[in-house]
């Protein structure tokens, strides 16, 4: 029932409908922000999925081979590392995609401000890998969404465009060096442009999986040593299934009742890295003492007893 204070209080529709239009256009909430966990938890679920059903690239083929280029940026060719070689590798396996060079949404937008005609497919999802602090995981240092590059309209001149800019940035590091340094020694380095990312060892000997691998850590970090250096891997049927089951097991492990470990992807991915960055120092330091060995020592030439210079 109205009362006379309702009444006293009541507008017109005038003046509801001018207050209306003066009002902010922010939403009465905000929607949260994503942080560096959903993303991680993200990424965790996508891999637990892709060994659950079998389509992980982490997983032999019907002969025990792993065989995988490395996932690559196409705007400086350089190789990814740790998670963000892990996860952009599972999504190129995802598309059925037969390259493993990926740009990120920024470059497409360089690329279309720079008069290049590409844009990203209509309905083409990306993924977003989060670089965060190390010292505190839930601080985004940045991010970005990678597109392969089969979800790219006109991608060959996207990756012409970028391979003029690398071929730009490359005379100008050479120009400044030899204007700079006209007697230094250094061997000239090569330019990005002209590498072959999709190229593969000339070794066609697969490497094998360590007998003693237990941890699904210790699994993908030697998945990451036959990746950057363009070989083949070789898993036997048992450790695969046996690195399927624990891998899977990890990322869905719970902390708490009740409360997932949604940092575990981010986990798996550092220890694998770290492994394989410390076993390779170790290779090269073993090559390194070999190469030596094959170099004869010059014998120091003889110097006379002081008797003898007294003669």
């Keep these: 029932m109205e009362t006379k204070t309702d009444a006293a209080n009541?507008?017109?529709?005038?003046?509801?409908?001018?207050?209306?239009?003066?009002?902010?256009?922010?939403?009465?909430?905000?929607?949260r922000e994503k942080s560096s966990y959903d993303y991680f938890k993200t990424l965790g679920e996508s891999l637990a999925k892709s060994l659950s059903d079998g389509t992980s690239p982490l997983l032999p083929d019907e002969n025990g081979i792993i065989s995988l280029h490395p996932a690559y940026n196409v705007n400086t060719n350089k190789k990814s590392e740790g998670l963000a070689q892990?996860?952009?590798?599972?999504?190129?396996?995802?598309?059925?995609?037969?390259?493993?060079?990926?740009?990120?949404?920024?470059?497409?937008?360089?690329?279309?401000?720079?008069?290049?005609?590409?844009k990203i497919m209509k309905?083409?999802?990306?993924?977003?890998?989060?670089?965060?602090?190390?010292?505190?995981?839930?601080?985004?240092?940045?991010?970005?969404?990678?597109?392969?590059?089969?979800?790219?309209e006109n991608s060959d001149k996207l990756v012409a465009w970028c391979k003029?800019?690398?071929?730009?940035?490359?005379?100008?590091?050479?120009?400044?060096?030899?204007?700079?340094?006209?007697?230094s020694t250094y061997?000239?380095?090569?330019?990005?442009?002209?590498?072959?990312?999709?190229?593969?060892?000339?070794?066609?000997?697969?490497?094998?999986?360590?007998?003693?691998?237990?941890?699904?850590?210790q699994y993908i970090a030697q998945v990451f040593n036959a990746v950057q250096a363009g070989r083949r891997l070789y898993v036997p049927f048992q450790q695969a299934e046996s690195f399927k089951a624990k891998a899977a097991a990890l990322l869905t492990a719970e902390y708490e009742p009740g409360k997932l470990d949604v940092v575990a992807i981010k986990k798996l991915a550092n220890s694998a890295e770290s492994l394989y960055l410390k076993n390779k120092k170790r290779m090269q330091e073993i090559a390194k003492a070999k190469e030596q060995k094959k170099v004869p020592e010059k014998k120091a030439k003889r110097q006379p007893k002081d008797y003898e210079r007294e003669r």
């Design 10 to 31: 009541a507008v017109t529709v005038d003046e509801f409908e001018y207050g209306i239009s003066k009002t902010s256009s922010m939403p009465l909430f905000q929607k």
């Design 86 to 118: 892990l996860m952009l590798l599972e999504k190129q396996a995802e598309l059925k995609a037969p390259s493993a060079g990926f740009v990120t949404f920024d470059t497409v937008k360089k690329a279309q401000e720079a008069g290049v005609e590409c």
């Design 123 to 152: 309905g083409s999802k990306g993924i977003v890998i989060p670089v965060v602090d190390e010292k505190d995981w839930g601080k985004i240092t940045f991010k970005n969404t990678w597109f392969n590059i089969s979800q790219i």
């Design 164 to 183: 003029e800019n690398m071929t730009r940035e490359f005379n100008k590091k050479v120009q400044y060096i030899n204007e700079h340094y006209p007697d």
């Design 187 to 217: 061997s000239k380095p090569k330019n990005p442009a002209e590498l072959d990312m999709e190229r593969m060892s000339p070794n066609t000997e697969p490497l094998k999986l360590n007998d003693e691998t237990k941890e699904p850590y």
